[in-house]
């Protein structure tokens, strides 16, 4: 999805600054630009990246690098004003247990509203088959979905080990809440919209009123309605990509570099860079005929980025797969800071070459460069880093411990890091935490179905969201929080309805 086709707004030259509002007429045509992929390391190598032709006109000519001793003027104060009060938008009595903080993200309707798709299609298959399938009820569901929660929490090689019957290498729980044959069985016909509606999409594939994510719509919008409902993030935001895997054929698979090696379905998320709170996502359905060509990366980051919504002064981290001065300029217009990584062949970065960082600086030189309203900053770490910023100043004193080879051994230095560095990275590791805590409940299922296997993710932001509602809750009130194992197991005995005696 990310060769086919030009980015005309990043890979157009971009000799004038111009305002939202402004018509971009002086866009390159689409044959003067191609896009490159490259691997994504930290100075050569990428996502998806643009390639620039031209002679080098775009960007900055007239202006040189500064180094850190030269002084640069601090941006302008943007006041932060939220719509809401950041955090749970919570009554302090309404939850007190995890199965409640659940429930907020998964409504109690929704339980039998899978519960009736899943035996109307449960029965259709089973009926082709000559067999009778076997009814569940909502305590079948929310057994199922604890064993699920259970099997992420204790790992084992096979699914059939959580049934084993060896008297010294089993476990007794999953076989108190169902047999093997009825969990399989559930987990093969889970099923979460309307299978005659099903049917009379699938009739009108290929035309505008077909729907791609038909068979998960009916849970995907109400997930992400709660998830905006019942939390208002900090000012600390953050673009990050996810990726479902899964065995099934259909045209929405999509491939993300490094996040995994396989084919699946691309979520786009807006994370809050405090707690890791997923407050909305969306699923990539592929280009459609609304798309206004202006790339991949800069239409997720406005679909999600609501100033209506969330309110002004948010500072917004994103990697180099988003970051651009086009789309950084247009964030400020809505009153939005931006920071990130930003490729060097981007439109709009710093073409000149007087006093810029050299390949065998020494670790922990810096320069930078202001375009207006833009910070650029390269720095010698290990690599060469190259940073955009829309609310940082240059250079502010800080440093950061290194170790520097000698000839008999390492030694521990102090080395000057911009402020745009140091702000980055602390702000991402929050959020890089909170994605790798996801993507656990699909390890041993293996769902063969799309839907199935976005439902697990949707489960796993439903987990990870409840979980931090509870610890920000509990911290507001002076409490000790729950840790993550006490809140599964919580959470598991809840939904089976089973006391912890048993």
């Given amino acids: 999805m990310f060769i086919d086709g030009l980015d005309p707004v990043l890979d157009g030259p971009s000799h004038n600054i111009y305002s939202p509002e402004e018509d971009c007429d002086s866009v390159a045509s689409p044959q003067q630009r191609k896009r490159s992929r490259l691997s994504s390391t930290c100075s050569t190598t990428g996502r998806d990246v643009r390639e620039d032709e031209n002679d080098g006109s775009s960007g900055i000519s007239n202006e040189k690098w500064h180094s850190s001793d030269d002084a640069d003027i601090k941006p302008p104060h943007l006041d932060f004003t939220p719509v809401q009060e950041p955090g749970p938008q919570i009554l302090p009595n309404r939850c007190t247990s995890p199965l409640q903080f659940f429930q907020l993200l998964f409504p109690k309707k929704m339980w039998q509203t899978i519960v009736v798709h899943t035996n109307d299609y449960g029965a259709k298959c089973h009926e082709k088959k000559g067999k009778v399938w076997d009814y569940i009820c909502q305590k079948d569901l929310k057994s199922y979905i604890a064993l699920v929660i259970y099997m992420s929490m204790f790992r084992c090689s096979s699914l059939t080990d959580y049934w084993s019957v060896s008297e010294h290498f089993s476990l007794s729980f999953p076989a108190k809440l169902m047999s ?46 709660a998830c905006k409902t019942f939390f208002h993030p900090f000012q600390n935001i953050t673009i990050v990509e996810r990726m479902v895997t899964s065995q099934d054929k259909t045209v929405l698979k999509r491939c993300v570099k490094n996040k995994s090696p396989n084919m699946g379905y691309k979520l786009f998320a807006l994370t809050d860079c405090t707690c890791g709170y997923t407050w909305d996502f969306f699923i990539y359905e592929g280009k459609s005929c609304a798309s206004q060509n202006v790339g991949l990366s800069y239409e997720s980051v406005m679909a999600l980025v609501d100033e209506n919504m969330l309110g002004s002064g948010y500072k917004l981290f994103v990697d180099k797969f988003y970051t651009s001065p086009t789309l950084f300029r247009d964030l400020l217009y809505k009153k939005i800071w931006a920071c990130g990584p930003i490729w060097t062949n981007r439109t709009g970065f710093p073409k000149t070459v007087v006093n810029r960082l050299s390949k065998n600086a020494p670790r922990g030189t810096m320069r930078w460069i202001r375009d207006d309203s833009l910070l650029f900053v390269e720095w010698k770490d290990s690599q060469e880093v190259q940073m955009c910023s829309t609310f940082h100043k240059a250079f502010e004193g800080d440093t950061v411990q290194r170790k520097v080879k000698s000839d008999t051994h390492r030694t521990i230095v102090e080395v000057p890091i911009p402020a745009v560095v140091l702000d980055y990275n602390r702000n991402m590791e929050v959020v890089d935490l909170s994605d790798r805590i996801t993507g656990h409940y699909r390890a041993l299922l293996k769902p063969r179905k799309w839907y199935q296997c976005v439902f697990y993710h949707f489960l796993d932001i439903i987990v990870e969201n409840a979980f931090i509602m509870q610890e920000l809750m509990a911290k507001g009130k002076n409490k000790k929080p729950l840790t993550r194992k006490a809140f599964l197991e919580m959470l598991i005995l809840e939904l089976t309805e089973l006391c912890p005696q048993d």
């Fill in 180 to 225: 093997y044959k009825k969990f399989l069985s559930i987990s093969k016909a889970l099923h979460l919209s309307d299978s005659k509606e099903d049917e009379k999409n699938s009739f009108r594939k290929g035309t505008a009123a077909y729907e791609r994510l038909g068979k998960i719509q009916p849970l995907y919008q109400v997930i992400r309605e």
